[in-house]
C-alpha cells in the first residue's frame, strides 16, 4: 500500500495562488499515475488533474484547464498540483491518489491508494 501525504493547503484570496504537494515514503511514485482530487461540503470527490504513468502526461477537468498544473519531480519524489486564479469555487478538500495499473484516470474508482487530504478555502 501506498502512503500518500498530501501538503501545501491554507486560506487564500480569490484570484490567489496556492502550490499542493503530494509525497510518499518508502517507494517511488515515478511509476504510479497520479491524480488530485478535491471534495467540497455535500458533493461527491471529483478528479481535477492527473499525471500519466508513462511519459508524465497530463490531464485536467474543464473547470480547472488553465488555472491548475500537475507536474512531477522525480528527484523529490514529489507530485505538484499548481493552482493559479483561485475562485471561491475551488474551496475543497483536496486529495492526492495513486495507482501501479493505469496510464492515467480522472476516475475515483481507479485508484486504491490516497492520501488524508488538505484543505483549501478560496475566501476573501
Known amino acids: 500500500q501506498v502512503q500518500l501525504v498530501e501538503t501545501g493547503g491554507g486560506l487564500v484570496q480569490p484570484g490567489g495562488s496556492l502550490r499542493l504537494s503530494c509525497s510518499a515514503s518508502?517507494?517511488?511514485?515515478?511509476?504510479?499515475?497520479i491524480g488530485w482530487f478535491r471534495q467540497a461540503p455535500g458533493k461527491e470527490r471529483e478528479g481535477v488533474a492527473a499525471?500519466?504513468?508513462?511519459?508524465?502526461?497530463?490531464y485536467y477537468k474543464d473547470p480547472v484547464k488553465g488555472r491548475f498544473t500537475i507536474s512531477r519531480d522525480k528527484a523529490k519524489n514529489t507530485v505538484y498540483l499548481q493552482m493559479n486564479s483561485l475562485k471561491p469555487e475551488d474551496t475543497a478538500i483536496y486529495y492526492c491518489?495513486?495507482?501501479?495499473?493505469?496510464?492515467?484516470?480522472?476516475?475515483?474508482?481507479?485508484?486504491?491508494?490516497w492520501g488524508q487530504g488538505t484543505q483549501v478555502t478560496v475566501s476573501s
Open positions: 491518489a495513486a495507482d501501479a495499473d493505469v496510464i492515467w484516470s480522472l476516475a475515483v474508482s481507479d485508484y486504491p491508494d
Open positions: 518508502g517507494l517511488s511514485l515515478d511509476s504510479y499515475a
Open positions: 499525471i500519466s504513468r508513462t511519459d508524465d502526461y497530463t
